[in-house]
């Protein structure tokens, strides 16, 4: 699979996170593996953040 966005860092980012959220990962750590293991600005916006903390996801 490929996600990409213009810049591949925020929205990009947001994406993986909310991936790692259909794994099970908390929120706040989704965006921190995001950040460790693609890059450090991943997840830019305080928005971003907040869609990743309240994304509703089917159980």
């Not at 996600?3 to 965006?31: K, S």
């Amino acid at each position: 699979m490929e996600i990409a966005c213009g810049g591949g860092t925020g929205r990009t980012g947001t994406a993986l996170a909310i991936l790692a959220r259909y794994d099970g990962v908390p929120a706040d750590d989704a965006v921190a593996w995001v950040r460790a293991a693609y890059r450090r600005n991943a997840v830019e916006t305080p928005w971003q953040r907040k869609f990743v903390r309240e994304a509703q996801l089917p159980l």
